[in-house]
């Protein structure tokens, strides 16, 4: 065999497939409707199961009857999950499921279900402080460094500020759920399930956990997922529900999912995150102090104190306070760099406040204290406000805070930052070179739409030096190599290191094979442009399908394995950064909030296709536009009910709504050679900073809570917010 493979990442001007822009391979299945996803699946005999949930906010279940469900036309099976004595702490929180011959059979008879409730004090408070009382306001603590007291005291300036960001939802066009049989019993059971999960790889595994049976016993696919964002790693509640329905109608196959209602309610949210701050710090726009009050809620157990606000800037004199508010709606989950978008938020818009009372540009300001980022990362954000600056044209269209001339059409830019890890997962594949030629990879992983499956393939197809078409790759299954969940922004490091691993392996063997005919050791063979050849010989080659034919009738079939244990060797890194700029024209007399033009400079190490990272950014900034001017969860207190659990009245933004977006990747030969870092959260983080800062450049006044909405731009001219 030759030497000791060389995994290491081609060189920049060696590459011929890394780095170019091919479109997405899933692009023509999705685009044309066939693509499938698990919600699409319909399989012989399947049943559909439908949820009972609760109305109330929080309720004990006094008794229920689900005997004339039982009877109903087309029942198949019926599966309690809240027994009598059962506390429930939110809306819609599951109390049973039916299955059914027909959907419509099984909405008839969850509504023969009789439940009897004790309906418990609630609460679905959480902006306003003061009129939330114990038990569901408690105290979190104080953590202080340095001496804040002598900041504020020796401050030249000082600003004070509130900002809030509520809770949002998911909106996953997909919702939660699957389709799930359930055969047999024990050690026997044999469980087939097609979710929709950010984690294929793990999911039998907690599933197993759950319902007692053996991991090897079920079997998990997924072609397709229609949007997760962090919402959908475990098998979840539903799936329990589904495995019992089935296992109960003998075995049958059961389709159960969420309704669009359901879904909003009670399948996962990000958490809202409150504060008033003050900055201190010199009239040069040295920043010397920061003090914080925080409060928010993740749902019923609150929300911890955040140690990440301030954000990216340890500012070296600061007290910070919190205050977890518990409210009986549903509970968070992960989304999207879970707890960076109201850190970058609350610590973006305290900086310009502070920017603006000093009378500075915010862009000399966030620059003048990059001494409080990470020292690794000081010099990447340095050139990166000097990028995002001239992109946008600040030097152009800045202007002192409400300084923005007649007219009732207001213009303002507004900065933010954002940083991440997004180092790559513990992962395996496999590689397989066959006789004639072709070539298959296999890995379990799962491809969210971020292109997974197309820079998986271009990694191979770099490697073995052939066309990306004569790659067949094969995910989403849980007999092939194992991955790792789809979280974090480590996917692609995890994927394309041990792609590259496997591959590279699988060559070695083939140059093996092929190097005596070539009258040479195989360490002194390339592969490339579809030959093998001798390095420096290019004459001296064989084509790589003469090259496979040596094979005979065997296949070589190869691992990669990346352990992320120290062994990435190069291959994949963590820490990036990123700096974004609105552009936005608010109309002062309806309040409304129009976007520009938005900028996104992000650096994400070495980029495997540009394209597909641009995308990636794109996608984020739609989301985060959104967030930013539209999205919000309203609960009632009267009755504790989401009032606006759907897409009519929980607003998302349109294409129409978001502007031109500009996108800058950072792609210097400095970051190329940290390897693969994942850009999934970094682009989604600085927004509502970004767009808060650039309506109060527009208007003069801070608008203290997202989302921008007319009424609260409105409220805030008339010193109402």
């Known amino acids: 065999m030759a030497d000791t493979p060389n995994y290491n990442w081609p060189p920049m001007d060696t590459r011929k497939v890394i780095g170019t822009r091919p479109k997405r391979l899933d692009g023509p299945m999705k685009s044309s409707g066939r693509a499938k996803y698990s919600s699409d699946l319909n399989l012989k005999d399947m049943l559909h199961g439908v949820y009972l949930t609760c109305p109330h906010a929080h309720a004990r279940v006094k008794s229920i009857d689900t005997s004339a469900a039982e009877k109903a036309d087309g029942v198949q099976s019926v599966y309690v999950i809240a027994p009598a004595g059962t506390e429930l702490q939110w809306q819609s929180a599951e109390i049973a499921a039916v299955a059914a011959l027909t959907e419509d059979q099984a909405r008839d ?29 408690q105290k979190a603590g104080e953590r202080m460094q340095g001496d804040p007291d002598k900041a504020f005291t020796e401050a030249e300036v000082v600003s004070e500020g509130k900002y809030g960001i509520p809770v949002v939802t998911h909106c996953c066009l997909e919702p939660h759920g699957q389709v799930i049989q359930w055969q047999g019993n024990g050690d026997g059971s044999q469980i087939q399930v097609w979710p929709s999960t950010q984690d294929v790889t793990d999911y039998a595994g907690d599933l197993g956990q759950s319902l007692k049976v053996p991991v090897n016993n079920i079997k998990v696919k997924m072609e397709y997922i229609g949007g997760g964002f962090g919402s959908k790693f475990g098998p979840d509640a539903w799936a329990i529900t589904g495995a019992n329905l089935s296992q109960k109608a003998g075995g049958r196959p059961v389709k159960l999912w969420l309704d669009r209602a359901t879904e909003q309610i009670m399948a996962g949210n990000r958490p809202s995150l409150f504060a008033k701050v003050k900055v201190a710090g010199k009239k040069d726009g040295t920043i010397t102090g920061w003090q914080g009050e925080t409060w928010g809620s993740g749902g019923v157990t609150g929300l911890t104190m955040p140690n990440n606000v301030p954000y990216v800037f340890d500012i070296p004199n600061s007290r910070r306070n919190h205050t977890q508010v518990k409210v009986n709606g549903g509970p968070s989950r ?49 050139f990166q406000l000097a990028k995002a600056a001239e992109l946008a044209e600040w030097k152009t269209l800045w202007h002192p805070r409400g300084q923005s001339g007649p007219g009732p059409i207001k213009r303002g830019l507004g900065l933010a930052i954002g940083t991440w890890q997004g180092a790559g997962h513990a992962s395996q594949c496999r590689t397989i070179i066959n006789p004639d030629g072709g070539v298959r990879v296999e890995i379990d992983t799962q ?137 936005v024209s608010v109309d002062v007399e309806t309040g409304v909030v129009k976007m520009n033009r938005y900028t996104a400079v992000h650096d994400c190490g070495l980029i495997i296709n540009p394209r597909l990272a641009e995308s990636v950014v794109y996608g984020a900034v739609i989301g985060g536009i959104g967030t930013a001017l539209y999205e919000e969860r309203i609960l009632d207190q009267q ?73 609260r731009v409105l409220n805030a001219l008339e010193g109402r917010a």
């Open 109 to 137: 008879a969850v509504r023969l279900i009789r439940v009897e409730y004790e309906v418990l004090p609630h609460n679905v408070l959480d902006a306003d402080l003061a009129r939330i009382a114990a038990p569901y306001a």
């Open 447 to 583: 491809d969210l739409g971020t292109g997974t499956r197309t820079v998986i393939v271009q990694v191979v197809a770099e490697t073995l030096g052939v066309p990306m078409s004569q790659i067949k790759l094969l995910i989403g299954s849980n007999d092939l190599p194992r991955d790792g969940s789809s979280g974090g922004s480590t996917t692609v490091g995890g994927v394309s290191t041990s792609s590259r691993r496997s591959s590279v392996n699988a060559l070695a063997k083939l140059f093996d094979v092929v190097a005596p005919d070539l009258g040479v050791e195989p360490g002194q063979l390339e592969a490339t442009e579809g030959q093998i050849r001798v390095k420096g010989t290019p004459g001296k080659s064989l084509t790589w399908a003469a090259a496979c034919r040596k094979l005979g009738t065997a296949s070589i079939s190869e691992m990669g394995i990346f352990t992320a244990r120290g062994d990435a060797a190069g291959m994949t890194t963590g820490g990036v950064c990123g700096v974004q700029i609105a552009d």
């Open 334 to 382: 992960a989304w999207r760099a879970p707890g960076n978008q109201q850190a970058s938020y609350i610590t973006c818009a305290a900086i310009e406040d502070f920017a603006a009372k000093a009378g500075l540009d915010p862009v000399e300001v966030f620059a003048k204290n990059l001494g409080y980022a990470p020292k690794a990362r000081q010099d990447t954000y340095r």
């Open 639 to 711: 009755t504790g009910k989401m009032l606006n659990p759907d897409m009519e009245f929980y607003k998302i933004a349109g294409i129409a709504d978001v502007g031109d977006i500009r996108v800058h990747l950072d792609i210097r030969e400095e970051n190329d050679k940290r390897g693969v870092v994942g850009l999934g959260e970094p682009p989604a983080i600085p927004i509502c900073g970004a767009i808060g800062n650039a309506v109060a450049n527009a208007i003069g006044v801070r608008v203290p809570c997202m989302p921008m909405t007319p009424d």
